[in-house]
């Protein structure tokens, strides 16, 4: 089955660094989502790619549907405490196929 | 207004016994869907109901039986759970199953714990 390959799979950073997380897969994806999320609570939605070679910003955050579609990226910049919490990658590739598949996540932690 | 609800938050029960998870989403979404997480937080889908039809029935044993009442509930009832059941159930929806509403919403989660 698709695989997605999210790395790194945890990160320490400090108040205001920047960060950058991705992910590639074995297979085509139409579309590339970014969640986020944080103890107890459901992924929230961040940001969707629909296009390959899309860039979008959401506030901090900026994510790539890479034009290969087969990766895609997360940057935050000016990272603050509250930018805590998991970050999944999923994609979607469409067709009959209508299951999206998630990475294994991305646990971020900034120290303030 | 919650989007996505889930009902209870928190479930634990013993061995054996039948339980069951309720979902209900104010969005006006066709789809719904049942996600399991495990302890090492990786996201598995489970289930995919569009306008109250299965589309979607991963490998899941069969003691997981979905209801979806109508568009706006999906509910998830399990039988003679077992330990390996144990994890946080989320429900999910969205507009449609494919691209480009598909971005799927996530309710809050219910941990079930098996003892």
């Known amino acids: 089955g698709q695989q997605l390959n999210q790395s790194p799979q945890s990160m320490f950073i400090q108040e205001g660094e920047d960060v950058s997380m991705n992910c590639t897969s074995s297979s085509i994806f139409n579309t590339w989502l970014w969640y986020k999320q944080d103890p107890g609570e459901g992924p929230v939605l961040l940001i969707a790619l629909y296009k390959a070679g899309e860039l979008t910003s959401n506030g901090r955050l900026t994510a790539q549907f890479g034009i290969t579609r087969k990766d895609s990226f997360l940057n935050i910049s000016a990272s603050i405490p509250s930018d805590v919490g998991i970050y999944f990658c999923a994609g979607f590739s469409g067709g009959s196929n209508y299951k999206l598949t998630f990475g294994k996540g991305t646990l971020l932690t900034v120290n303030p | 207004d919650t989007a996505v609800s889930q009902t209870p938050k928190y479930l634990v029960t013993q061995m054996g016994n039948d339980k069951s998870i309720k979902c209900e989403q104010n969005l006006g979404h066709d789809t719904m869907y049942w996600y399991k997480q495990d302890s090492k937080k990786f996201l598995k889908i489970m289930f995919s109901y569009n306008n109250k039809e299965l589309i979607i029935n991963e490998t899941v044993p069969n003691r997981f039986s979905p209801k979806s009442p109508d568009k706006a509930h999906l509910n998830l009832h399990i039988n003679s759970l077992e330990l390996g059941d144990s994890a946080v159930y989320f429900c999910?929806?969205?507009?449609?199953?494919?691209?480009?509403?598909?971005?799927?919403?996530f309710g809050p989660g219910t941990r079930l714990t098996v003892l």
């Open positions: 999910a929806s969205s507009q449609d199953p494919g691209p480009p509403t598909d971005t799927q919403y």
